[in-house]
């Protein structure tokens, strides 16, 4: 399943549509797979963000999160959107959020199959032009229909990375790339991984890959399970090399492969499988994707030329 979600300035006033489509089960390089599309919303209003899929549900974020928007849960099979209720955090005046270290995430209660959404949170303190040394986190329970706070046990130095590709969660636990203030002092900026379990509602966390704190790093889920992306330099087009990590017997962490995608001007979205990189072209929005065992360049038959700014989702 794909879905594809952005802001249309072809029309005024400007729209934002959202389609969802689906696609075959196996997709084949030099084969264009044929595609359905089972969901169009010519206009989904003031939605900024969509998360997930996680069993065909999306998390559409309503209004900004400054302003405390709202959340509510999509199911493009059945069309239906449930809107949920409104979170607040009590914070000292002078307080601001600070975008870049926002953590949210989505995932099932395996012992009690509740749907949940973590949302964790810092702020900007603006008569100290620092962060405020504090880490903000809820959950919702959907069989609750409600919000609960929660004490992260993380300091607020541990920037949690907001590059995770779509849902990292597996298992009844969400995943985030993660700085770790131990390694901050010591002068080395390592990523560490940051875990939340969906059941007992408690934050872990445990050492990533070995890689440079200078680099871009992204979590995606690869064949089901949980990998790492880095790169030194990804402004270099048809010269960046992407290192893929994954997680081997507990939590060691190997390197299985460097790719090297033959496109200009892209933005990965994440894994197929094990081993088919899916790129959206940033000049003419085409999604293709890059056979990393087959060393082939496919089109998934997407053109979304009318979108000038948007995300793109799927779901195997």
């Known amino acids: 399943m794909i879905t594809k979600f952005g802001l249309n300035y072809h029309k005024v006033p400007c729209v934002r549509p959202f389609d969802t489509y689906l ?13 359905k599309l089972i969901y169009h919303g010519e206009d989904v209003g003031d939605v900024r963000g969509i998360y997930g899929p996680i069993d065909g549900l999306f998390l559409l974020e309503k209004g900004h999160h400054i302003d405390n ?11 239906e959107y449930r809107l949920i209720p409104r979170v607040f955090f009590e914070v000292e005046e002078g307080l601001e959020d600070n975008d870049c270290r926002i953590g949210i995430g989505i995932g099932i209660d395996l012992a009690t199959h509740d749907y949940k959404i973590i949302w964790v949170r810092t702020y900007w303190n603006d008569y100290e032009s620092d962060i405020f040394p504090k ?6 329970s959907m069989k609750n229909d409600s919000w609960k706070h929660l004490e992260p046990n993380f300091s607020h130095e541990c920037q949690i990375c907001a590059s995770s590709q779509h ?6 636990m969400y995943y985030w790339i993660s700085t770790s203030k131990k390694y901050i002092s010591e002068g080395i900026n390592v990523y560490f991984i940051r875990t939340f379990d969906i059941s007992t509602e408690l934050f872990g966390e ?18 089901g399970s949980i990998a790492t992306m880095s790169s030194k330099d990804v402004t270099q087009a048809m010269r960046a090399f992407y290192d893929i990590w994954v997680n081997i017997r507990g939590n060691n962490q190997i390197k299985v492969y460097t790719v090297n995608p033959p496109i200009t001007d892209y933005l990965c979205t994440g ?35 009318e979108l000038s ?5 799927f779901e195997l």
């Open 23 to 35: 696609l075959p089960d196996k997709i084949f390089s030099g084969c264009v797979p044929t595609h």
């Open 69 to 79: 928007g709202r959340f509510g849960w999509w199911n493009p099979a059945t069309k």
């Open 135 to 140: 880490v903000y986190a809820a959950v919702y």
């Open 167 to 172: 849902c990292t969660y597996k298992n009844g």
């Open 206 to 223: 445990f050492e990533g890959p070995p890689i440079p704190g200078e680099h871009w790093v992204t979590l995606f889920l690869r064949g």
């Open 271 to 305: 894994i197929w499988e094990y081993d088919k990189f899916i790129y959206e072209l940033t000049q003419s929005c085409k999604v293709l994707f890059y056979d990393q065992t087959a060393k082939q360049v496919t089109s998934l038959g997407f053109e979304f030329v």
């Open 309 to 313: 700014f948007g995300s793109l989702g």
